[in-house]
T-cell receptor, first 111, second 111 residues
Framework: DAGITQSPRHKVTETGTPVTLRCHQT?????MYWYRQDPGHGLRLIHY???????DKGEVSDGYSVSRSKTEDFLLTLESATSSQTSVYFC??????????FGQGTRLTVV | EDKVVQSPLSLVVHEGDTVTLNCSYE??????LLWYKQEKKAPTFLFML????IEKKSGRLSSILDKKELSSILNITATQTGDSAIYLC???????????FGQGTRLTINP
């Protein structure tokens, strides 16, 4: 398995609170991605990074921010969680022209 | 905007049947198409296709890309209950550095 770890694996939080999810890799891959998965929508890209401090938005970036201060860590922050952000969040890593490898996912519930 | 559509969204068959899953796409400057299998947790990589007409094969699974028709199929022969999963198709455009996924096909194999 690719060395990719997400934390926490499960989280329940209240509406309006900030939440940070962490993705850590030991593969030294250049690209890192955050996706969310909801029934009927497959995987939708939130943000991605193509290097330290280099990030860009995906198709569902509203309400989310990211940071990548070192190669191995990619953080996803929900500034003020809403119920619509209840989802399963997957981190992925990849290199140019190769497949992406996924973490085990974080199940986030906003109540 | 890049787009991937999979069909059918759901499929139920009996063990031993052969199934064909479809993926069609619209992407700027196509680079590759990927298939993933997702059971309980993280999607796992199956195939990457870049050239039209060349079949990729792994055991009972095979996939082929048709760049003229902007589509791909995933075939599974002699299905087993362990093939039950969500099958995800994704495309990458040149320079895009990101994967765009379809909604997925939920395949259920009944004994």
């Amino acid at each position: 398995d690719a060395g990719i770890t997400q934390s926490p694996r499960h989280k329940v939080t209240e509406t309006g609170t900030p939440v940070t999810l962490r993705c850590h890799q030991t593969e030294n891959h250049r690209y890192m991605y955050w996706y969310r998965q909801d029934p009927g929508h497959g995987l939708r890209l939130i943000h991605y990074s193509y290097g330290v401090k280099d990030t860009d938005k995906g198709e569902v970036s509203d309400g989310y921010s990211v940071s990548r201060s070192k190669t191995e860590d990619f953080l996803l922050t929900l500034e003020s969680a809403t119920s619509s952000q209840t989802s399963v969040y997957f981190c992925a890593i990849g290199q140019p022209n190769t497949e992406a490898f996924f973490g085990q996912g974080t199940r986030l519930t906003v109540v | 905007e890049d787009k991937v559509v999979q069909s059918p969204l759901s499929l139920v068959v009996h063990e031993g049947d052969t199934v064909t899953l479809n993926c069609s796409y619209e992407v700027t400057n196509f680079r590759s198409l990927l298939w993933y299998k997702q059971e309980k947790k993280a999607p796992t990589f199956l195939f990457m296709l870049t050239s039209s007409g060349i079949e990729k094969k792994s055991g009972r699974l095979s996939s082929i890309l048709d760049k003229k028709e902007l589509s791909s199929i995933l075939n599974i022969t002699a299905t087993q209950t362990g093939d039950s999963a969500i099958y995800l198709c994704a495309v990458e455009g040149k320079g895009a550095q990101k994967l765009v996924f379809g909604q997925g096909t939920r395949l259920t194999i009944n004994p």
